[in-house]
């Protein structure tokens, strides 16, 4: 070994060791640093923002969907409640398999192939990231319990409750009071978002859809602290659901039910209104339909029935339903006839059963006409013409008048107009003008038109609610309310606005009115004059009354009968048949109903529809003194 190897130099070792050592020291010293600065940033500058990240970790804002308001009728009962349902939701991003869970939810709950597909379409619907999709609802206790014990299989899977709408007059009142129908695609694109951010369904019917502003209510929220799978652990803050509001109608669920079993299995449509206020005590469209089967869901099959039946269930005929009103629209022309002075009540005319308009071939025929020409009403004043319904007297009356003059009367009393308060769905009927056919037929206004005119028929057409509305206007001798179905409400409703009040009908002095008020009195209380001196009524529901009716029957023609031929119901399919009609208000005096029945192809006017409102404005009078007493 050489001596320069051995000699060691400690000096510089130690300068060496001291210079590692301060550099690691520095080292060290900044990256703890470095660590300092990171946790100074971490829990001070940016601690608002990874707090934040944190919360959403584990906590969540849920939307909390408002109770709907209720709906009573006038006497307090409840006519649309609200019921707690279970409900399976699920919130896809959740789950890491979907298909799979689906198959698991499938299987536990012995769920159809129908089932499946309704899920998978839920699913398929817009909705906001993370939220839960309610793809099941109405789940039975056995199917709650079945998905609790099955909880650890169902990642995100929830189970809700929540209040959905429940009718208990089901079939009842379902025209009266409306639906809630699922939200859609369409729906969406109407409301305002968050306040539906909750919900399932809106008003799409009715009451139901006329108030859904004040009914629905108005949102909440709720934040919640989550688990690792989702699952709700606590709540955190709450922002309570303003509650809808609740609704009173004039609607008397009680003659509701009387109206239903007056109707009995035939179509057809009923409207008995106040004529004090214009308030629907009662409105029936027969055949209808269970308002709840959209709620709680149908099959397919059950919708399919529904919507394709020939008996239209689904349908308002109450308000939607346009036909010619016959007979009962002759009170009309007979104040018309007066109010332009083309004719009086002390004028008489020769009813032989036919009528001819001067220079045509053409004959009219009335309905007490025979073949053997044996038909006809005698000498026949306006008094006269109303209780025995003499046709000719009317196309005499009618062939007489200027059209227009007969249409602007007629429009005084809200025909061919909705002058309904709460029911923008009514139809306006057709008040046939000769522009109209002009336009719609290329055709002139005949003479001839103006004669079928006169007795409700041609192209004439009128809504049960809109005779209803003509009833309470004689009712009240002139003054026409506006029908109406809200009596009241928990809050001002602001959906109505302003109510304007019709003018009275013009043109008539008390006396006028009192005088057809007479004469439709006679429809239904004048017998033993013998066949040709009875009130057409009076045999059918004249007997026994304890209070005094005025009303008019009215037959109105489907199909044209051939010149010279009678009619005869037997040849006829059932959707062919007449019309059956009836207007009426009692007590006379004192008028606190008025009401309009059809009984589509129901027959005479008389013997079918008048039945119908006899037993009906029993049942409102009799209630009424009860509740007197």
Not at 137 to 160: D, I, W
Not at 168 to 195: C, F, I, N, W, Y
């Given at each position: 070994m050489s001596l320069e190897l051995s000699i060691k130099d400690p000096g510089r070792e130690q300068d060496m060791f001291a210079g590692r050592a301060i550099a690691l020291f520095v080292v060290v010293v900044l990256m703890f640093g470095v660590l300092v600065a990171r946790l100074v940033t971490l829990q001070i500058v940016e601690h608002e923002t990874y707090q934040s990240r944190a919360d959403d970790n584990r906590t969540k804002i849920q939307t909390l969907a408002p109770s709907r308001g209720m709906i009573y009728d006038r006497n307090g009962r409840i006519l649309a409640d609200n019921k707690t349902s279970f409900s399976l939701a699920i919130v896809p991003e959740r789950t890491d398999d979907l298909d799979a869970l689906l198959h698991s939810i499938v299987e536990i709950l012995t769920l159809t192939p129908q089932h499946l597909e309704r899920i998978r379409n839920a699913l398929d619907k817009p909705r906001r990231p993370d939220s839960?999709?309610?793809?099941?609802?109405?789940?039975?206790?056995?199917?709650?319990?079945?998905?609790?014990?099955?909880?650890?299989?169902?990642?995100?899977?929830?189970?809700?409750?929540?209040?959905?709408?429940?009718?208990?007059?089901?079939?009842?009142?379902?025209?009266?009071?409306?639906?809630?129908?699922?939200?859609?695609?369409?729906?969406?694109?109407?409301?305002?978002?968050?306040?539906?951010?909750?919900?399932?369904?809106?008003?799409?019917?009715?009451?139901?859809?006329?108030?859904?502003?004040?009914?629905?209510?108005?949102?909440?929220?709720?934040?919640?602290?989550?688990?690792?799978?989702?699952?709700?652990?606590?709540?955190?803050?709450?922002?309570?659901?303003?509650?809808g509001q609740n609704l009173t109608l004039h609607l008397d669920s009680r003659l509701q039910v009387a109206s239903v079993a007056a109707l009995g299995e035939r179509r057809g449509a009923i409207v008995a209104l106040d004529p004090r206020t214009g308030g629907v005590l009662a409105m029936v469209s027969q055949p209808s339909y269970d308002p709840n089967l959209f709620v709680t869901g149908m099959s397919i099959s059950?919708?399919?029935?529904?919507?394709?039946?020939?008996?239209?269930?689904?349908?308002?005929?109450?308000?939607?339903?346009?036909?010619?009103?016959?007979?009962?629209?002759?009170?009309?022309?007979?104040?018309?006839?007066?109010?332009?002075?083309?004719?009086?009540?002390?004028?008489?005319?020769?009813?032989?059963?036919?009528?001819?308009?001067?220079?045509?071939?053409?004959?009219?025929?009335?309905?007490?006409?025979?073949?053997?020409?044996?038909?006809?009403?005698?000498?026949?004043?306006?008094?006269?013409?109303?209780?025995?319904?003499?046709?000719?007297?009317?196309?005499?009356?009618?062939?007489?008048?200027?059209?227009?003059?007969l249409l602007e009367?007629?429009?005084?009393f809200g025909l061919g107009r909705n002058v309904a308060v709460d029911i923008p769905e009514a139809s306006t009927g057709l008040l046939p003008t000769p522009e109209w056919k002009r336009k719609a037929k290329n055709q002139p206004w005949y003479p001839g038109d103006s004669v079928n005119l006169g007795i409700g028929q041609g192209d004439?057409?009128?809504?049960?609610?809109?005779?209803?509305?003509?009833?309470?206007?004689?009712?009240?001798?002139?003054?026409?309310?506006?029908?109406?179905?809200?009596?009241?409400?928990?809050?001002?409703?602001?959906?109505?606005?302003?109510?304007?009040?019709?003018?009275?009908?013009?043109?008539?002095d008390g006396e006028d009115w009192e005088l057809m008020i007479?004469?439709?009195?006679?429809?239904?209380?004048?017998?033993?004059?013998?066949?040709?001196?009875?009130?057409?009524?009076?045999?059918?529901?004249?007997?026994?009354?304890?209070?005094?009716?005025?009303?008019?029957?009215?037959?109105?023609?489907?199909?044209?009968?051939?010149?010279?031929?009678?009619?005869?119901?037997?040849?006829?399919?059932?959707?062919?048949?007449?019309?059956?009609?009836?207007?009426?208000?009692?007590?006379?005096?004192?008028?606190?109903?008025?009401?309009?029945?059809?009984?589509?192809?129901?027959?005479?006017?008389?013997?079918v529809a008048a039945p119908v409102a006899r037993a009906i404005i029993d049942a409102h009078l009799t209630e009424e003194l009860a509740s007197i007493h």
């Open positions: 839960a999709v309610v793809v099941l609802e109405a789940l039975s206790e056995k199917q709650v319990a079945m998905l609790a014990v099955n909880r650890h299989r169902l990642r995100g899977v929830e189970v809700t409750s929540q209040l959905i709408r429940s009718y208990p007059m089901g079939e009842l009142a379902a025209h009266a009071v409306g639906s809630v129908r699922r939200l859609t695609k369409e729906d969406l694109r109407t409301v305002e978002p968050v306040q539906y951010s909750g919900s399932q369904f809106i008003g799409k019917r009715g009451v139901e859809a006329f108030y859904e502003k004040s009914l629905h209510g108005k949102v909440g929220y709720q934040k919640v602290e989550t688990d690792a799978y989702g699952r709700v652990r606590r709540v955190l803050e709450v922002q309570g659901a303003q509650t059950t919708f399919d029935d529904l919507a394709s039946s020939i008996y239209l269930p689904l349908f308002n005929r109450a308000v939607n339903g346009q036909y010619a009103p016959g007979s009962t629209f002759k009170p009309v022309v007979g104040l018309a006839g007066i109010s332009s002075g083309v004719t009086q009540w002390s004028e008489t005319i020769e009813d032989k059963g036919w009528f001819q308009l001067p220079g045509q071939e053409r004959v009219y025929r009335d309905w007490s006409w025979t073949k053997d020409d044996s038909g006809g009403q005698g000498q026949v004043d306006l008094n006269r013409a109303i209780y025995r319904s003499s046709n000719v007297y009317f196309y005499d009356l009618a062939s007489r008048m200027e059209i227009g003059s009367f007629a429009s005084q004439l057409l009128a809504t049960p609610m809109q005779m209803a509305t003509v009833a309470a206007a004689i009712a009240n001798r002139g003054k026409v309310v506006r029908p109406k179905m809200l009596l009241s409400s928990d809050v001002s409703i602001d959906e109505v606005g302003t109510i304007d009040e019709l003018p009275s009908v013009l043109g008539l007479d004469a439709m009195e006679n429809v239904v209380h004048r017998g033993g004059q013998g066949f040709r001196g009875n009130g057409t009524a009076w045999a059918y529901i004249g007997q026994q009354v304890g209070y005094r009716m005025a009303g008019k029957s009215g037959t109105a023609q489907v199909v044209e009968i051939t010149q010279g031929e009678e009619y005869d119901e037997e040849q006829l399919s059932e959707f062919r048949r007449k019309h059956a009609w009836f207007i009426a208000f009692a007590p006379v005096d004192d008028p606190t109903i008025a009401l309009a029945v059809l009984v589509e192809n129901g027959g005479g006017g008389s013997s």
